[in-house]
């Protein structure tokens, strides 16, 4: 009997604070993403996601911190308030200059949730390119020493079409020591990785260090309405000239 009562005493406490439990997610930034700087080397980034708590009086908010090229996070700045709806979702919006940086949400002062992000420079590699190399795991990698955290890329298989509430969902460094993801592919659609981490690093070297996002796309995929808008956006027409060439 002693040991039936003590049975539900403790599923009694266990399920007071399962329903007492809070979550935060953070839907944007996308972990490890890059948004292209406009004119005046800055970007509007979008911060959303949501509480899941028994009271939305609580106190939410958010502040940025400056990361560096090997991941050492700065001082955290002021905490900006996050008004939400009633089922919780956050959204807000706010101009950043370029750079590396950590985002974290904080629910009464504590950290539930981060993402970093960078502002700077997206590249679309359209077609082949060298930097791909050959689809082969025995193939000789460039060094990845040195290779900031800010160069990424994604590995998901997908076509380039625009989709809610967001095309990729998953980035990552191509600095990463995973043997998988470095002989893996570079999505949306394209092959290797192999060399397009040095290739980052000296696009982001000449440049006096800086984010830089690489998407891949095979010709086949070209076609894509999103592709083909992506490829025309300014002059010359990149994807004309491509093809007069083959």
């Not at 980034?45 to 400056?66: D, K």
């Not at 890329?153 to 998953?170: I, L, M, Q, R, V």
Request: with cysteine; net charge positive; proline share 4%.
């Amino acid at each position: 009997m002693k040991i039936f009562i003590v049975c539900i005493f403790a599923c009694t406490y266990l399920l007071t604070n399962t329903c007492n439990a809070q979550t935060v997610s953070l839907s944007y930034p996308i972990n490890n993403s890059v948004l292209q700087r406009g004119t005046f080397n800055d970007a509007v980034v979008t911060f959303a996601g949501q509480l899941v708590h028994n009271t939305l009086a609580v106190n939410l908010g958010y502040r940025i911190r400056s990361v560096s090229a090997t991941g050492v996070v700065g001082a955290p700045g002021a905490v900006t308030s996050l008004n939400m709806a009633d089922n919780g979702m956050f959204y807000t919006t706010q101009v950043i200059n370029k750079g590396w940086y950590s985002v974290e949400i904080l629910l009464n002062g504590v950290v539930y949730a981060s993402a970093k992000f960078g502002i700077r420079d997206v590249f679309i590699i359209a077609g082949q390119s060298n930097a791909q190399g050959v689809e082969n795991p025995n193939y000789l990698l460039p060094s990845g020493s040195g290779i900031p955290e800010w160069i990424v890329g994604t590995s998901e298989n997908k076509s380039c079409t625009k989709t809610f509430p967001a095309s990729f969902t998953s980035m990552f460094s191509l600095n990463t020591p995973d043997e998988a993801k470095r002989h893996g592919r570079l999505g949306p659609s394209g092959n290797t990785i192999w060399a397009y981490a040095t290739l980052g690093k000296l696009i982001s070297g000449e440049n006096g260090g800086m984010p830089v996002a690489f998407l891949t796309q095979q010709r086949q995929d070209q076609a894509s309405p999103n592709g083909n808008r992506a490829l025309m956006v300014s002059k010359p027409n990149i994807l004309t000239q491509a093809r007069k060439s083959v």
